[in-house]
């Protein structure tokens, strides 16, 4: 059963540290809203299980001035892919 | 005729990202009025507050208008102590050419005695 996770804060929540413990191999995490400042964080980021796919969302991503400075271990996809993304996994995990 | 109040020196601390919930803009709005009544006015970004100065934002893609923009009327207000406290630039590895115009940077001591010489701080 694979998970996606989504993670709206940003890393000043500390919730990165919390939702990582909970990861398993072939689970996804995205970054929604102000969750995508993560994507600054190259070091926190490394400490995600490589088994994991990391996304980030793009409308907030550019919302934020922050597209040139993503980290590249993060995808970025549409709100179309978040969809598709909410859909293949079965259930759904808010880090709020 | 009354005698005119002797302005006051009002600090406003910004803390909050752009767009996550709406204290940035009624930290600019709250900023904004008091300079109307010519008052002295410092304003300062410091914790998730510095993200608001990042340039190259556009918020059409989330419904929003992007906060960069509104920023600039500081100065059309007169308020010239724009200010970012140097510590938070760095802990979120954003460097002082990242930002939208040029600020003043603060280190933790400057802070201090920031707080120390404002009659009034709001914190938002």
Redesign the interface.
Known sequence: MSTLHTLNKAPSAQLLASCIKTLCKGDGLIFIEDGVYHVLEAALLESIPAKVAVYALREDISARGLTDKCDESVELVGYRHFVELCVEHEKIVSWF | MPTPQKPRTFTFISRS????NNRPRLCLGAALATAVFEQKVNYLFM??GV?QL?????????A?K?L?NALETLELYGIDQVMVLKESLAS???SSE?LLFPVQLLSNSDLQSLIESSDYVINL
């Open positions: 990202a752009p767009y996550g914790d998730d993200f990042l340039a190259n934002q556009n918020a059409d893609g989330i929003s992007t960069g979120r590895h954003i990242d």
